[in-house]
């Protein structure tokens, strides 16, 4: 008990220092979001008063304390590119990064759980050497560049699968639309797979080399079953925690892929937002980021408490 | 014309009209415009963002509007008298108009949306600053007072973007100084504001409740039928999906497609192009106010002797369709043409530069350009054109920066010596940027001050279009700034749009256009 | 088995990684005699030479300014070199002393840990993209911003790792007879965290090339008059049908580089004391 209270505060005051640094660290940004906001033939004076009318000119303290006291009744402001609330301007995008990333795990899952498990229990052999070498190929090539090439194979030269974009499922053409997430996916989960196959694997033998494995087989337990009831059991405990760290990271991390595939995400619009110094914008989202990635911190720290009673209080 | 008859024949126009709309409503559809980007708040009178113009032009209309010669004819307005030798305007309104919410326009929005334009949008100061008196002289009736006459009052008041547009009065007093939020985007054209959702689409919906007027469309001036049931502006950054979109069908129409994607989408049957008609061009600004450009005009001189600005524009924009090395601030065909001061446009001597610069006092320190990256073009050209400096020992320092940055830094006067943008064009000299004296660059010297009054004050075309040519000579002698040449951005639609002419005028619009 | 041999050991081995250092070898290489191995000035333009596909006289072609791809991807070797390098110093000088201290004080190190807890609970693309739009454009600051996000990483594995050895039994006898920090430091706590430092910074200098290929990707990263092979794939990508062998070799060359540096990062993490081996992440963040 004293456990999850002693790591539920530490998550709060790291989110405490954290709302710090997002809003003075973004304001270091140089440039000026007004200037964007209305054009290259603004005057300064046009921008001077613009700016006291947003109360942009409010000392920065000031601004900081009235966006803290915002956030604790679940309001993040209002966009100054956009003129209309942040959560509204998120929405839409979370909905493709977390449809994105779900899938993308999807994939991870299939794909690098089943294949770690066969290359560790063929250690040592040309099968398990080739895939950790085709792991370790995948995890090094930029994301970027397969996925500019599975565009230019599957959607400009073979036509099988659209380019880009992203219609919502909630929209016209509903479910099928989904097929405008299996490229930018199955890029995403490349690297990420080969990191799971790998994490996989190697879990696997270390856990293969503990004595209670050895005891089950000297006990005559059968081969497979000692496989999957005791060793992979135990090595998932490892692996599910990168599952948590990884599915954070796919959603804020997937600039790129969005990018090259044109979705509208969480990604995409930071970096726009960072562009265009939409501060709240970008605020918003860097605080919905960090309270889910510890959030996920937590839960997995948690869950080792509870699933590996070794495990203590350091 | 008696009353009855008046409502009786505007009766029949407003049935005739609706028949009409209904019976082309049938299957008209969605039209589906790929943006190359998100655009800012559309509240255009206070900025001027082209995608924000391209958008807000079906939503909010002005009192003149531009007709495919580039004339301002009456769209709200339904004429005006002259008096007191241009100081006094009054201009009659159409009656019958509606807003979006139902209300009739009244020249109570009329004044209260030109206040708000004179005071805060983003070209009011312009027109407005030498305003006197602005009043509403009858329900249907504006009278504008102005200290001085102002030649080219027409063409600003029939200019959109960052222009005049007419909000109902309540809306646009209520926001002052700050844009107007999407929920309250009301305004009198044929389609109205639906949804926006950022980072998807903005979408608008036919407005059923349109006046249009009696006269056939005619670029911006005349009727204007809406034909589709809803347009959505799908932001799409990235050029070559903006492409293969439209190829696959995804959209009927995408802007902004880049040179180099030309000469393959020209022979493409499926699509068809749509030449921007109206040139951009790029400009290199000269520090007028700080540094060592600041009253060096011989040093300017010297530094555009040195570019050779077809290279440039080759490099940029691709196909020699797409642009053009004209010293003419206007293109050919525009009445303010002028081939005044051009020879020294795009001399390309490098050795000539050299002497210039040394008899112009220069000595080698590094001169600052400010670029920034978000536009591939400004940044090729000012690769080449440093390149060309450079044979001409004429040393440029590059400072490349991020739009966002170039704007803030832009405002330091100590901070670059020469910054590089691109500049739209406009139906008004008056209304380019540098003719402005507080704008980035700082140019006002004595003779452009003179040159300027002369020109806005007098609404005679001919004596405005001898102004004009002096101003261009002007600008050949002082170098406020360089012109890079004319750029022809083209657009691309699915060849079942029907009504877009070939070239586009200003802006593309989709009321008379259908599928 | 210390020294040269421990080093070599695991390439005679393994096949695989022996041709990643040796593509390693290459590469540094090709940056040092770049002069002389690139057959034109990779900043020469010349349009009228634009996108011309890979032929004798261009090897890999050329671009949209005329220039020769594979004189520029053999100067982008340099880039490469030098942000992999400058990451790992930024990452080791910044880490390992405040992982070392904050394992032998503990009352401050926990603080410190706390603080890279905060650093690390933001999103590492972002954090770097912030960093960048702060301190601008260029290879310096693009260094910092990739540096800062391995610090964490390079520090939180530092501070396991002192902890660890801290606790050894012949640690605590040389405290418990008097050894002062300083020494402890030297002579225990240092040499061993040699070997397995070094397997991190194979790792970071991997990742720091498809972080720097991304910055640049979005347009963030060095800027454009220095060949880059991320610059290269940002410039060429809407030309992707058009000249598809512009992104194939810049983006190879990445993948390569990036592969080669896991494939000797993993051989020589094998030859890890096993206590140690877990706590080197391998080729992740």
């Known amino acids: 008990m004293s456990y999850t209270l002693h790591r539920t505060a530490a998550a709060l005051v790291t989110l405490a220092f954290a709302s ?148 919502s499922i909630f929209e016209e053409g509903g479910l099928a639309n989904l097929r405008y997430l299996l490229l930018p996916s199955l890029t995403l989960a490349a690297p990420n797979a080969a990191l799971i196959l790998r994490l996989t694997r190697a879990s696997m033998l270390d856990v293969a080399r503990e004595d209670y494995i050895r005891t089950a087989r000297a006990k005559g337990i059968r081969p497979a079953r000692v496989v999957f009831r005791h060793i992979l059991r135990n090595a998932l405990l490892a692996v599910v925690s990168a599952f948590g760290f990884t599915f954070a990271a796919l959603i804020s991390e997937a600039v790129v892929t969005e990018t090259v595939f044109a979705l509208p995400g969480i990604g995409q619009l930071v970096v726009q937002s960072i562009l265009r110094r939409d501060y709240p914008v970008i605020q918003g989202i860097i605080l919905v980021t960090v309270v889910l990635y510890l959030i996920i911190n937590l839960l997995v720290d948690l869950s080792y408490r509870v699933l590996d009673p070794r495990v203590e209080l350091q | 014309m008696s009353v009855l008859c008046q409502s009786m024949s505007r009766g029949a126009a407003v049935l005739a ?70 100081k006094t305007l009054v201009i009659g309104l159409r009656q019958g108009v509606k807003f979006h919410d139902g209300q009739e326009m009244t020249a109570d929005d009329v004044v209260a949306s030109l206040k708000r334009w004179g005071e805060f949008g983003a070209r009011g100061q312009l027109l407005m600053k030498n305003a006197t008196s602005l009043q509403a002289t009858g329900k249907y009736e504006v009278t504008l007072k102005l200290s001085e006459p102002n030649g080219a009052w027409k063409n600003m008041l029939a200019y959109p973007e960052g222009g005049p547009a007419i909000y109902p009065a309540g809306i646009v007093s209520a926001a002052g100084n700050k844009p107007i939020e999407p929920k309250n985007y009301v305004g009198t054209g044929p389609y109205k504001f639906g949804e926006w959702r950022p980072n998807r689409y903005v979408e608008l919906l036919r407005f059923d409740g349109y006046s249009k007027l009696p006269t056939p469309g005619d670029g911006y001036a005349g009727a204007r039928v809406a034909n589709f049931d809803a347009i959505r502006f799908v932001p799409v950054p990235d050029v070559g999906t903006r492409v293969s979109g439209v190829q696959a069908g995804d959209y009927d129409y995408a802007e902004f497609i880049s040179g180099d994607l030309y000469d393959s989408l020209k022979s493409n049957a499926a699509i068809r192009i749509h030449r921007n008609g109206a040139p951009l061009f790029g400009l290199f600004f000269m520090n007028s106010a700080s540094g060592i450009l600041k009253d060096n005009f011989a040093l300017r001189r010297a530094i555009q002797t040195a570019l050779k600005k077809d290279e440039a524009l080759r490099v940029s924009f691709g196909p020699k369709d797409l642009w053009n090395a004209s010293g003419s601030l206007y293109p050919k065909g525009s009445p303010w043409y002028s081939e005044v001061g051009t020879q020294a446009y795009s001399a390309g001597d490098p050795a000539k530069a050299k002497q210039l610069a040394k008899d112009a006092g220069y000595t080698g320190t590094p001169i600052r350009l400010l670029v920034s990256t978000n536009y591939q073009a400004h940044f090729d050209q000012a690769t080449v054109f440093t390149k060309q400096l450079a044979e001409a020992g004429i040393n440029v320092q590059m400072i490349v920066v991020d739009w966002a940055t170039l704007l803030k830094m832009r405002g330091q006067q100590d901070q670059w010596d020469i910054f590089v943008t691109h500049h739209g064009f406009v139906p008004d000299p008056i209304l380019i940027t540098f003719m402005n004296d507080s704008y980035a660059g700082w140019w006002k010297t004595p003779e452009k001050t003179r040159l300027v009054a002369a020109f806005t004050g007098t609404a005679d075309p001919a004596a405005r279009e001898k102004a004009w040519a002096d101003l261009q000579a002007l600008f050949y002698e002082q170098v406020p700034a360089m012109k890079v040449g004319d750029a022809y951005s083209y657009d691309i639609a699915s060849r079942k749009l029907k009504g877009m002419g070939d070239s586009t005028v200003l802006w593309p619009h989709f009321w008379n256009v259908s599928n | 088995m210390t020294g040269l041999r421990w080093y070599l050991a695991p390439f005679t081995s393994r096949p695989l990684a022996l041709v990643g250092l040796m593509i390693l070898i290459t590469i540094c290489v090709a940056a040092v005699f770049a002069p002389l191995l690139a057959p034109y000035d990779p900043s020469r333009l010349a349009p009228e030479a634009r996108l011309l596909p890979p032929s004798g006289a261009h090897w890999f072609g050329t671009d949209q300014f005329g220039r020769d791809t594979l004189s520029r991807v053999i100067y982008g070797t340099r880039l490469a070199l030098v942000i992999g390098i400058g990451v790992v110093t930024f990452a080791l000088v910044t880490g390992v002393p405040a992982g070392v201290f904050s394992a032998l004080f503990p009352r401050i190190g926990r603080i410190v840990m706390r603080m890279i807890d905060v650093l690390m609970s933001f999103p590492a693309l972002l954090l770097a993209l912030g960093l960048i739009v702060i301190l601008g454009r260029g290879v310096s600051n693009a260094i910092i911003a990739i540096g800062v996000v391995y610090l964490t990483t390079t520090c939180r594995i530092t501070y396991g790792l002192a902890l660890r050895l801290r606790t050894e039994t012949y640690v605590e006898a040389a405290i418990s007879l008097g050894a002062g920090v300083a020494w402890t430091i030297r002579k225990h706590i240092l040499p061993n965290l040699i070997s397995p430092l070094l397997v991190q910074a194979s790792f970071v200098f991997a990742f720091a090339q498809l972080a720097a290929a991304s910055l640049d990707f979005l347009g963030l990263g060095a800027p454009p008059e220095i060949p880059s092979w991320g610059n290269m794939l940002a410039e060429s990508r809407i030309l992707i049908t058009r000249a598809p062998w512009l992104l194939f070799f810049p983006g190879l060359s990445i993948a390569i580089t990036a592969f080669s540096l896991n494939l000797v990062g993993d051989a020589l993490r094998d030859q890890l004391d096993p206590r140690f081996r877990d706590m080197i992440a391998g080729p992740r963040r």
Do not use: C
């Not at chain 2, 995608?51 to 004429?79: R, V």
């Open chain 1, 20 to 167: 710090v640094i997002i809003f003075f660290f973004i304001h270091l940004i140089p440039g000026d979001p007004l200037y964007v906001l209305l054009g290259d033939v603004a005057t300064p004076d046009q921008v001077e008063r613009l700016r006291s009318k947003l109360a942009l000119d409010q000392p920065i303290f000031v601004q900081y304390l009235r966006w803290l006291a915002n956030v604790a009744s679940g309001d993040l402001g209002n966009s100054i590119f956009f003129q209309m609330p942040v959560t509204q301007v998120i929405r839409d995008g979370a909905e493709t990064s977390i449809l994105l990333a779900s899938i993308t795990m999807i994939w991870i899952t299939l794909i690098g759980v089943p294949v770690g498990v066969i290359a560790a229990m063929r250690h040592g052999s040309w099968l398990d050497q080739g895939l950790s070498g085709v792991a370790m190929l995948l995890a090094s090539v930029p994301t970027f560049w397969v996925g500019l090439y599975l565009i230019l194979i599957f959607a400009a030269w073979l036509g099988w699968l659209p380019s880009s974009g992203y219609p």
């Open chain 2, 17 to 86: 009209a609706a028949l009409l709309l209904s019976s082309q409503a049938m299957g008209a559809g969605i039209l589906r415009y790929a943006t190359i980007g998100e655009p800012p708040s559309l509240d255009v009178q206070m900025g001027t963002a082209t995608i924000a113009g391209t958008i807000g032009n079906h939503m909010f209309e002005t009192l003149y509007a531009f007709d495919s010669q580039y004339k301002p004819q009456p769209l709200l307005a339904t004429g005006e008298k002259i008096e007191d030798g241009g």
